[in-house]
């Protein structure tokens, strides 16, 4: 009886490690809602970005926030992509709601990368749209047109 007992246990576990998710980047959050305006898209969002991310090697991130608190946007959003993906290669838009300013954080290869140009393209791809949802896709959109422009095309 132990026997049964002991391989239906086994057989239940193995069948729920079949339906956990697996990704290399499991648990890292690319698309950060403060504001909880895409609360109901936001799984969508963060693994559309996080294979943009893995594709190119490069961190797609986003932050949108009622407020940095006095810190400032450049300083935020710092120290948000500092605490998810130290020094690694990327960059992370800010939208600071009640600031109503943004500004687009760059590690690594982001600075040589993007230029102001590039940050105010980004910009305008996030905000014209109407809900924010729409505003977060065309931003990924945007900045992965424009890594494909800059590394190359992605591997299929």
Do not use: H
Request: proline content about 2%; hydrophobic content about 40%; some cysteine.
């Amino acid at each position: 009886m132990k026997k049964r007992f002991f391989a239906l246990f086994l057989a239940v576990l193995l069948m729920m490690t079949w339906m956990l998710p697996v990704s290399a980047d499991e648990g890292k959050i690319y698309i950060i809602d403060e504001m909880d305006v895409v609360t109901d898209y936001v799984t969508e969002l963060n693994e559309r970005a996080s294979v943009l991310s893995d594709t190119y090697g490069f961190n797609i991130t986003l932050l949108m926030t009622n407020t940095t608190n006095g810190d400032g946007s450049p300083y935020y959003a710092e120290e948000a992509y500092r605490a998810s993906f130290g020094e690694a290669d990327g960059i992370m838009l800010i939208w600071s709601y009640e600031e109503t300013e943004w500004y687009i954080y760059k590690q690594g290869k982001g600075e040589e990368l993007f230029s102001e140009a590039d940050d105010d393209e980004l910009w305008q791809a996030f905000a014209n749209n109407e809900y924010y949802d729409e505003c977060v896709a065309a931003y990924l959109n945007k900045a992965e047109e424009m890594l494909e422009e800059k590394i190359g095309p992605a591997l299929e």
